[in-house]
C-alpha cells in the first residue's frame, strides 16, 4: 500500500538558512499534520491541513509557515533557521471518512542546523 | 489541555514472554481516541492499535491488546509473546474527537527491549 512520502530524507543547513520540507500524503486522504521530533523526545504537534485549509495549530514559530497545495502535498517552510530546529520532523496524513481517524507517518525528515 | 503520562521509561522482556506498558491520561473530553505507536531505531512511526472511547471492548490487533479503563484514564499496551522486532520506543497518544480528524498529543515514551 502506499505510504506517506516526505523530502528529502536528510538536510543539513547552517544558522540562518531556510529550508523546505515536502510532504506527499497517502492518496485520497484529506488531512495532513506536520510534527516535530527533538532528540530523545516525543513528536511534537506543528501545524495540520484540511481540506487544503489550515485546521489546527500548535507550537509552530513564527520562523515557520506551511501550505497545502491543490493537489493535497504539503510544504513546510523554516527561515532564519537556529540551532535548536535540529530535529526530525514527520508529516502524517489521515482519512476523515469512516471516521476512523488513524494517522500514518511519513519516514520524516531530519534536520541538522550547523 | 489534555496530557499523556507514561510512567515507565524503560522495560525490559525475555522472547516470547508477554509485557505490559503502562499510560494514564487526563482530559475533560467524553469523546476522543487513543492510540499506541512503536518507534523502532529506524525512528519510523508505526501505528499499532486504536481505540474508540465510545466502545467499551478493548481493541486487539494479533498479539497486541489494549486495557481500556475509561473511568480510571488508563490504557495500557499488552505485548504478547514478543519478539526482538518488537525492540522500540512505544508512545502512547491521545486524539480528541471533533469530528475530523485532530492533532495526537504523545506521553513520553517507554522504550522496550525484547531480550533472548
Known amino acids: 500500500a502506499a505510504g506517506v512520502i516526505q523530502s528529502p530524507r536528510h538536510l543539513i543547513k547552517e544558522k540562518r538558512e531556510t529550508a523546505t520540507l515536502k510532504c506527499y500524503p497517502i492518496p485520497r486522504h484529506d488531512t495532513v499534520y506536520w510534527y516535530q521530533q527533538g532528540p530523545g523526545q516525543d513528536p511534537q504537534f506543528l501545524i495540520s491541513?484540511?481540506?487544503?485549509?489550515?485546521?489546527d495549530k500548535g507550537s509552530i514559530p513564527d520562523r515557520f509557515s506551511a501550505q497545502q497545495f491543490s493537489d493535497y502535498h504539503s510544504e513546510l517552510n523554516m527561515s532564519s533557521l537556529e540551532l535548536g530546529d535540529s530535529a526530525l520532523y514527520f508529516c502524517?496524513?489521515?482519512?476523515?471518512?469512516?471516521?476512523?481517524?488513524?494517522?500514518?507517518f511519513g519516514p520524516g525528515t531530519r534536520l541538522t542546523v550547523t | 489541555a489534555q496530557t499523556v503520562t507514561q510512567s515507565q521509561p524503560e522495560m525490559s522482556v525475555q522472547e516470547a514472554e508477554t509485557v505490559t506498558l503502562s499510560c494514564t491520561y487526563d482530559t475533560s473530553e467524553n469523546n476522543y481516541y487513543l492510540f499506541w505507536y512503536k518507534q523502532p531505531p529506524s525512528r519510523q512511526m508505526i501505528l499499532v492499535i486504536r481505540?474508540?472511547?465510545?466502545?467499551?471492548q478493548n481493541a486487539t490487533e494479533n498479539r497486541f491488546s489494549v486495557n481500556f479503563q475509561k473511568a480510571a484514564k488508563s490504557f495500557s499496551l499488552k505485548i504478547s509473546d514478543s519478539q526482538l522486532g518488537d525492540t522500540a520506543m512505544y508512545f502512547c497518544a491521545f486524539m480528541r474527537d471533533t469530528g475530523t480528524a485532530s492533532k495526537l498529543t504523545f506521553g513520553t515514551g517507554t522504550r522496550l527491549q525484547v531480550t533472548l
Open positions: 481505540q474508540e472511547a465510545y466502545k467499551q
Open positions: 491541513f484540511y481540506e487544503k485549509m489550515q485546521s
Open positions: 502524517a496524513s489521515s482519512s476523515t471518512g469512516g471516521r476512523s481517524y488513524e494517522q500514518y
